[in-house]
């Protein structure tokens, strides 16, 4: 079999998926990450923390965002149960809020129809990057025989229709993708050799921005208006 495509929709109250999180400030990055992703699909094939990723690490990985969200800053306190005289730790965690992407993943044909069999019956909860964060709705959409890009440019728009209704009536979204051979991209640290808690790794990978652009025939703004002013 082939190469095929794993499309995504990655849609919740609440995302969060960092890259360079460190200690007490936890930060999101304005995309899904593809360390979070496979992690997710690791776990919907019941693969554990502690065991290896092979067969996951030669996929390629794009997202497409087709709902920003906003970005929201959280305050939390900690204290170790075990010292009641600790004092407590302010930590900053951020999360993206009514957010929606669309997240791809190109692989070999079995691989690929296998993570889409382990979506369908997860044997572990998944979640959009943290514990904290479930998905509204089921994830899979469909898995096809298409590369990465075509994929990604053939879906049509996931945005919710509150912001729809509030964006032009055609639409560039912003899309980021693993670099093609010989590609230059930005380099970031989001390759997940091992979630093992004890030694966590992370291989660097090659990153490309690019865009799609989609009609939004349920556009409320004037097509006249530059000031782009809501009809009444």
Known sequence: MGRKTLRLRLAGPMQSWGTSSRFTRR??????????????????????????????????????????????RDFQTTRPLDVPDANATLAERFYLTDAVFLA?????????????????????????????????DKILLDA????????????????????????????????????????QGDAVQDVPVSFDPRHRRYAWRQVVPDSVTVDNPESRLRRHDPFAVFEV
């Open 144 to 183: 096809v025989d298409l590369p990465l890009g075509q994929a990604i440019a053939a879906q049509p728009w996931l945005a919710a229709r509150h912001h729809r209704h509030r964006c032009p009536p055609r639409v560039d979204l912003e899309v980021v993708r693993d670099a093609r051979p010989g590609e």
């Open 27 to 72: 930060a999101t990055d304005a995309a899904p990450s593809k360390s979070g992703v496979l992690g997710m699909l690791a776990a919907a094939k019941g693969v554990r923390r502690t065991e290896p990723l092979t067969e996951l690490l030669d996929v390629r990985f794009g997202v497409r965002i087709d709902q920003p969200g906003a970005l929201l």
């Open 104 to 136: 791809a993943v190109e692989g070999d044909g079995d691989l690929i129809d296998d993570l889409a069999e382990a979506l369908r019956r997860p044997r572990f909860q998944l979640f959009l990057g943290r514990r904290s964060c479930p998905p509204s």
